[in-house]
T-cell receptor, first 113, second 113 residues
C-alpha cells in the first residue's frame, strides 16, 4: 500500500519568504509527527497530532513555525519569514492508533539562501 | 519526561567484526523502545522494537537488542557486520500511555572493508 508521502521533495527559498511543506500520512493512521533533521544531526521533534486531540507543539522552535492537520489526513508545516538556520530536511511520520512503529516519509529538503 | 542518550556519534568497525551501538534512556514510567536505521540518502525505517516480554529482541538484517531495565539501556548488537550495514542508527523511546516518541541524536556506523 501507499506509504507516507511528502511534497515538495526539495525546496529552495530566499530568506524572509514563507514556505509550506505537505505530508500525506498512511490512510487510517491517527498519529502524525513532524521532525527536523539538520545536516549531520539527529531528529528534532517539532509537533505531534493525535486524532482530534490538541496537538503537542512543544518542539516548535519559534512562533514562525506552525502546523495544521485536516482531520486524520493531510498535514502542512508552515515556516514564516524563513531564516538560513531553517535549512534542514523536514521529516513526517505517521502511526496507527494500535501500532507502535512510525512510518517515515522521504522528507523535504529545505534550503534557505 | 523521557529522553534518549546515544553516547557514540560515530562507530568505525571492520567488516565481519561484531558491533554494539549504545543507547540509554530515561523515563518515569514503562517504556517502548525502538531502533531505526537510515541508509545514505534514504528515509528512516524500523530495525526492531521492544514492547514487552522477552528482553532480547531480534530485528532485520541480523541485528538484535537487549532491554535492560536496571541499567535503563537498549543496546544494539550485531555479531558480524557487512559493508551494507553502513548507515546511521537512531534509538527512540515512547513512554507507556503517551504517543510522543523521543529520538536520540544518532550513531553513524561506518563499516571498513
Amino acid at each position: 500500500g501507499a506509504g507516507v508521502s511528502q511534497s515538495p521533495s526539495n525546496k529552495v527559498t530566499e530568506k524572509g519568504k514563507d514556505v509550506e511543506l505537505r505530508c500525506d500520512p498512511i490512510s487510517g493512521h491517527t498519529a502524525l509527527y513532524w521532525y527536523r533533521q539538520r545536516l549531520g544531526q539527529g531528529l528534532e521533534f517539532l509537533i505531534y497530532f493525535q486524532g482530534n486531540s490538541a496537538p503537542d507543539k512543544s518542539g516548535l522552535p519559534s512562533d514562525r513555525f506552525s502546523a495544521e492537520r485536516t482531520g486524520e489526513s493531510v498535514s502542512t508545516l508552515t515556516i514564516q519569514r524563513t531564516q538560513q538556520e531553517d535549512s534542514a530536511v523536514y521529516l513526517c511520520a505517521s502511526s496507527s492508533n494500535t501500532g507502535h512503529e512510525q512510518f517515515f516519509g522521504p522528507g523535504t529538503r529545505l534550503t534557505v539562501l | 519526561a523521557q529522553s534518549v542518550t546515544q553516547l557514540d556519534s560515530q562507530v568505525p568497525v571492520f567488516e565481519e567484526a561484531p558491533v554494539e551501538l549504545r543507547c540509554n534512556y530515561s523515563s518515569s514510567v514503562s517504556v517502548y523502545l525502538f531502533w531505526y536505521v537510515q541508509y545514505p540518502n534514504q528515509g528512516l525505517q524500523l530495525l526492531l522494537k521492544y514492547l514487552s516480554g522477552s528482553t532480547l529482541v531480534k530485528g532485520i538484517n541480523g541485528f538484535e537488542a537487549e532491554f535492560n531495565k536496571s541499567q535503563t539501556s537498549f543496546h544494539l548488537r550485531k555479531p558480524s557486520v557487512h559493508i551494507s550495514d553502513t548507515a546511521e542508527y537512531f534509538c527512540a523511546v515512547r513512554s507507556g500511555g503517551y504517543q510522543k516518541v523521543t529520538f536520540g541524536t544518532g550513531t553513524k556506523l561506518q563499516v571498513i572493508p
